[in-house]
């Protein structure tokens, strides 16, 4: 089955601890990207990746960082730089600007 | 830059057929998505709009006019399972690639 994994689905971290997401995907497509999703807003946009070893910033970037050494992953980092990191986290993929295919999101919780 | 406006909340009757709004001023358009999103799940794509008109596909149909700058999701026979947060996504062409921008959603409750 073709899709997206995210995990882990639920993450603990402690305040000032950087903490790295992980988003595979075995759809063959080329772009992949991050979403931060809080409650009462929509998605908005960490970091896209068009291509492997490129990237850029999204609305948002600040106090995150990623790679993309290999087209099916995508590792999001959340750094002790970002001061609000509690929020829903959602990957996706898309081939070219079709649409976008979302894995399962990872909630983090900072404490 | 890009503005995205729907509903926060609406409500329906389970049988009932509802509209779901979406307003956008952007620069670059290039089409128009909408997502379904319960509540803790991933998005699921449900439409895509590139002309002006409607797309049908089952019960849920999807209209866009670019020169209003306006869409609506329209679902039909409304079940319980479409309980969901239903979001707009415009797609536009900038800094040599294209993105998405997000509306907040539209919790749509169904009751019986």
């Known amino acids: 089955d073709g899709g997206i994994t995210q995990s882990p689905k639920y993450l603990f971290r402690k305040e000032g601890q950087n903490v790295t997401l992980s988003c595979e995907q075995n759809?063959?497509?080329?772009?992949m990207y991050w979403y931060r999703q809080d409650p009462g807003q929509g998605l908005r946009l960490i970091y896209y990746s068009q291509i492997v070893n490129d990237f850029q910033k999204g609305d948002i970037a600040e106090g995150y960082s990623v790679s993309r050494e290999k087209k099916e992953s995508f590792p999001l980092t959340v750094t002790s730089a970002q001061k609000n990191p509690t929020a829903f986290y959602l990957c996706?993929?898309?081939?070219?600007?079709?649409?976008?295919?979302f894995g399962p999101g990872t909630r983090l919780t900072v404490l | 830059g890009q503005n995205i406006d729907q509903p926060t909340e609406m409500t329906a009757t389970e049988g009932a057929i509802v509209q779901i709004n979406c307003t956008y001023q952007t620069s670059g358009f290039n089409g128009l998505f909408w997502y379904q999103q319960h509540a803790g799940e991933a998005p699921t794509f449900l439409s895509y709009n590139v002309l002006d008109g409607l797309e049908e596909k089952g019960r849920f149909s999807s209209f866009l006019s670019r020169s209003k700058g306006y869409s609506y999701l329209l679902l039909k026979e409304l079940q319980m399972k479409d309980s969901a947060s239903y979001l707009c996504a415009v797609k536009s062409w900038g800094a040599g690639s294209y993105q998405l921008t997000f509306g907040k959603g539209t919790k749509l409750s169904v009751i019986p």
């Open positions: 759809l063959n497509h080329d772009a």
């Open positions: 996706a993929s898309s081939q070219g600007d079709n649409e976008q295919f």
